[in-house]
């Protein structure tokens, strides 16, 4: 339960149909199975206690009594397996019957949530037995002489883990234009259990889990269905056990077809909140009865995947389906506003990979605008620390895409420079390197005036996340096509784009870009070779986006970021050397807001960005003492 997770379980039980007492003791093994393996929120599937294929026995008294006894008995048990479990069963109330799934843990039943819609169509003819409960809301005795409330306008909430607000719909009531699930998010559920009994046709397992994942989405829950398999009567109908589990539209887990048992994850009830604290759209309302239970405060250990790469589809067909549409989208960003100005465009080319990247989205730009790509000024300027590598790629890269090739040596410009407010060229600290930059921007604004043209930025995310950009150099621009582009998903741009170009020497061109070391080049190189390496400085950048990701989409506090990190690096780095650079991206990001407080116009690109007009709206001078203090806390080797 630490950092907001809960393991959970989807079980189906091998059943007889009719039989309760075989079912009781195949659903209570489950449920000690699902508690020795961690869950604490575990559901059964619809009907389960006598089996949803009964038929007309469910107007036999006989069934009818068993499941009740069967639900005691059940209740009873629960008090020695720690959780909640969701079971379903046939129950009388006032000469009706209910199809319900009962809430039971610690010893007792904690109330029923009614099937709202009874399907009477094709193979299903539930009205034939069941009422529907959309509407019954009242009190039913227990044989124990328990009083509960039978609502599914109820939620039943975790004492210990008060967010945790589960909300219950049975099968049908997911298929309906207007889901019980709805309200219950509504009113605060971030967890839907559903009990269900879905037979197997051709087709519609893809659909129920698009269904699923859907609703997990479009409620911004975890969804949690559990159908009923082996042991049904395959008279007409077969069920597959098809279980499925889902965090906000992601499937967490899925069951084998055509079986019986249990799946387990872990969903992240804090990932929900924080996600819906964000939508200011997702509206609440009251008028639900919250019924609570207990839980006993305890470590989750994680199973679920954690993606060291965030901001990248694993993925290479949805990757690329990724690339393309992000280049586009940069592409028409630009377009646009180079169709308002009526102005060129300015492109420092370095060698590097972002300067790269703008080049590709100023080219891509200027052929959707139908555009000469000689309008396009691609501008190379080698300084101190320019080696041969970079400065080739640079001269390949513009030739080979047809840009105006222009080259200025900087060299003897910073040297006057450093004359001139009296810096010591061989002293290489932060005014030798940032006067390298502020020289380049300015000839890349000054060229752009010459050709009525727009300089366009080539900074990327992780660097404006980090502050790694010098302020009124490489900081600015007028146009920032990467602005909104992680460091990590750079590198998969221009690869997607080497692969798909056609052009053998613009391919070979860009994976010799790739193939070198991220670096600013503003030390003299050591052998002809790159003396200054980025990652070296401020951290390997999938860290950073990583810790990035998790900080602005979705608030995490430093331990949790920490915990999730050992867990997606643990075959990468060592625990101390991924809290070492957690505490650097805390200090940066915070000290670096001033830069980011005055970036110029650039469009975004994914669910992550940095613009002051757009999704950060932070203070320059926020204090960080209280995420410094708990990074201070972390001691390296603590659990996952």
Request: hydrophobic share 40%; net charge negative.
């Amino acid at each position: 339960m630490r950092h907001g997770f809960v393991k959970v379980a989807a079980a189906t039980p091998k059943i007889k149909v009719a039989d309760t007492v075989y079912n009781t003791e195949q659903i209570r093994l489950l449920m000690t199975e699902s508690a020795a393996w961690g869950a604490r929120v575990t559901v059964f599937p619809e009907l389960c206690i006598t089996g949803y294929t009964c038929q007309d026995l469910f107007l036999q008294e006989k069934l009818i009594a068993g499941a009740k006894d069967a639900l005691m008995q059940l209740a009873e048990a629960s008090a020695a397996i720690p959780g909640i479990y969701f079971v379903g069963l046939p129950y009388e109330i006032n000469g009706k019957l209910y199809n319900v799934a009962a809430a039971i843990s610690d010893g007792q039943v904690l109330g029923m949530v009614p099937k709202s819609w009874i399907p009477n169509y094709n193979e299903f003819y539930e009205m034939r037995h069941f009422a529907s409960g959309a509407e019954l809301s009242t009190d039913v005795t227990l044989p124990d002489g328990s009083e509960v409330l039978v609502d599914r306008e109820q939620l039943f909430v975790c004492e210990q883990m008060n967010k945790l607000k589960i909300g219950v719909e049975l099968c049908e009531d997911l298929w309906t234009p207007n889901p019980p699930s709805i309200a219950h998010a509504l009113a605060g559920a971030d967890v839907i259990v559903n009990l269900s009994a879905s037979n197997e046709i051709t087709g519609k397992s893809a659909y129920r889990k698009e269904l699923v994942c859907g609703q997990s989405a479009r409620l911004v829950s975890a969804y949690i269905y559990a159908s009923a398999g082996e042991g049904e009567s395959t008279q007409d109908l077969v069920f597959s056990g098809h279980n499925l589990i889902a965090e906000n539209g992601r499937l967490l887990a899925e069951s084998k077809r055509f079986g019986y048992g249990v799946i387990y994850t872990e969903i992240d009830v804090e990932k929900l909140i924080a996600e819906r604290r964000r939508m200011t759209t997702f509206a609440t309302q009251d008028g639900y009865v919250e019924t609570s239970f207990e839980l006993e405060p305890e470590e989750t250990k994680l199973t679920r995947y954690i993606d060291p790469a965030p901001f990248v589809p694993g993925n290479k067909d949805e990757r690329d389906k990724r690339c393309d549409e992000i280049l586009m989208i940069q592409a028409m960003g630009l377009k646009k506003r180079l169709e308002h100005t009526g102005a060129g465009a300015v492109v420092g080319i370095s060698g590097g990979l972002d300067s790269t990247l703008a080049l590709l989205v100023t080219v891509r730009a200027f052929d959707l605008l139908g555009k000469d790509r000689k309008g396009i000024t691609a501008v190379t300027m080698p300084g101190f620390g320019t080696t041969d590598r970079t400065y080739g790629n640079a001269v390949n890269l513009i030739r080979c895409l047809g840009a105006e090739f222009v080259e200025v040596d900087i060299k003897n410009a910073v040297n006057v420079h450093f004359v001139d407010i009296g810096q010591d060229d061989s002293v290489h600290d932060v005014t030798y390197e940032n006067s390298q930059a502020r020289e380049r921007t300015q000839i890349l604004m000054d060229i752009a005036n010459k050709k009525n043209a727009l300089v366009i930025g080539t900074g990327d995310l992780s660097e404006l996340a980090l502050g790694w950009a010098t302020y009124n150099g490489d900081h600015m621009s007028m146009y920032a096509v990467n602005a909104s582009v992680p460091k990590t998903l750079v590198r998969h741009l221009v690869r997607y784009y080497a692969d798909t170009c056609g052009d053998d020497l613009l391919a070979k061109t860009l994976l010799d870009v790739l193939d070198t070391p991220v670096s600013p080049e503003l030390l003299p190189p050591e052998d002809g070779k790159i003396s200054q390496k980025t990652e070296d400085l401020v951290g390997p950048y999938e860290l950073h986006d990583f810790f990035l990701y998790y900080m602005l989409r979705f608030g995490f506090a430093p331990a949790k970021i920490y915990r999730l990190a050992q867990i997606a690096f643990r075959d990468t780095y060592e625990d101390a050397f991924i809290l070492k650079w957690l505490k650097t991206f805390y200090r940066r990001f915070f000290a670096q807001q001033f830069k980011r407080s005055c970036l110029p116009d650039g469009p975004k690109v994914g669910s992550v960005a940095v613009s002051p007009r757009g999704d950060l709206r932070m203070p320059s001078d926020a204090c960080y003492t209280i995420w410094k203090d708990e990074v201070d806390k972390i001691i390296p080797s603590s659990k996952s």
